[in-house]
């Protein structure tokens, strides 16, 4: 729970964070996307900025500490699995044999030897389902990694100039900077970028809608009246998954009717102008407060960036709410 709340505060302090171009030079930012390993679908990834100054050095250095780490583990990976089939060296080991069973607090407790090689038995046999389920995921994942392990290295589709105009849009910025992991516009395609940048926007939009409409039913808050004609008051409903599943059925046609009239006759994106500007719809949209396109242009950035806050946070609040543990989570509305 700890974790999940540190998560969100990490994500909304994350969408005021002004957009910020990279301190490398174009040229090393390309000669470390085509190293080695650069490839779909994170491409060259350095969240962290290790290698931003574009240090071949340090970038070599790393490289190594990677490589090496990798060989440590495929080892690792590979023992495991074998021990845990229930395959083991013959002999003893400090007076136990090799197969007999550790738990985790007696391997913690072992001291390692000099000059002489510790085996590391099997892990404790877990008899509950969820443990057996937790063990069948750890070996799903360990064949999808082995599987990404063979993938050939692919160079990029399009020229560096569009690479390299991708990377300075809206919304590119640290700790991630232009993140693509499943190659969507890998292909360099302006007009695909668009569109799923208006999908982005949109989508945010309405998860910021959604959250704020959350904690609004959420602190006892509803609109008067009825939402269908059986009777059925707003306040009736509840919120979360229960008010989803509590509307009756003309009630959400109704809803449903609304939206779609909103999509299909209401917004209209602008002809000619950057993604998510609706100014070309049935009726009055236009910016509040924003004159100039300087400040335009970093309304846009909040408005992106509070949006993806918002599709994490909108997605929390159903996994917990489905958990039923949102007043753990928000006690200020655990009374209500």
């Not at 650069?38 to 490589?67: H, N, S, T």
């Not at 992991?181 to 569109?195: H, I, N, S, T, Y």
């Amino acid at each position: 729970m700890k974790t999940a709340a540190f998560a969100s505060l990490i994500a909304g302090a994350a969408a005021f964070a002004p957009s910020k171009s990279s301190s490398r030079s174009s040229a090393l930012q390309m000669s470390f996307e085509n190293e080695l390993g650069a490839q779909p679908p994170l491409g060259f990834f350095d969240p962290l900025g290790l290698v931003a100054d574009g240090d071949q050095e340090k970038f070599d250095r790393l490289r190594g500490v990677e490589i090496k780490h990798g060989r440590i583990c495929m080892l690792g990976v590979v023992g495991y699995l074998v021990n845990k089939a229930g395959s083991f060296l013959p002999g003893h080991s400090r007076g136990r044999e090799c197969k007999d069973p550790f738990n985790v607090e007696q391997l913690r407790m072992t001291k390692i030897q000099p000059k002489r090689i510790t085996i590391f038995p099997s892990s404790v046999r877990s008899t509950t389902q969820r443990q057996q389920n937790n063990m069948k995921a750890l070996v799903f994942a360990s064949l999808i990694a082995g599987a990404a392990a063979f993938a050939p290295s692919k160079s990029s589709s399009c020229s560096s100039a569009l690479q390299m105009s991708f990377e300075n849009e809206l919304g590119a910025q640290p700790p991630l900077g232009f993140f693509d992991p499943l190659g969507l516009v890998a292909d360099c395609d302006q007009e695909k970028f668009d569109r799923l940048r208006g999908v982005e926007i949109k989508h945010g939009r309405i998860c910021m809608l959604g959250v704020v409409g959350y904690l609004v039913n959420k602190a006892g808050i509803y609109l008067p009246g009825d939402i269908s004609t059986d009777g059925t008051k707003f306040s009736d409903l509840g919120s979360g998954w229960d008010a989803s599943f509590a509307v009756p059925v003309p009630g959400a046609l109704q809803v449903l009717a609304f939206c779609g009239a909103l999509e299909l006759v209401g917004w209209k994106q602008a002809e000619g102008s950057f993604p998510g500007d609706f100014s070309a719809s049935s009726f009055p949209v236009g910016w509040v407060g924003a004159d100039d396109p300087e400040t335009q242009e970093d309304y846009r950035a909040k408005e992106l960036n509070q949006g993806r806050a918002a599709q994490m946070g909108m997605l929390a609040l159903m996994v917990h709410d489905k958990l039923g543990n949102v007043d753990d989570l928000l006690p200020v509305f655990s009374s209500n």
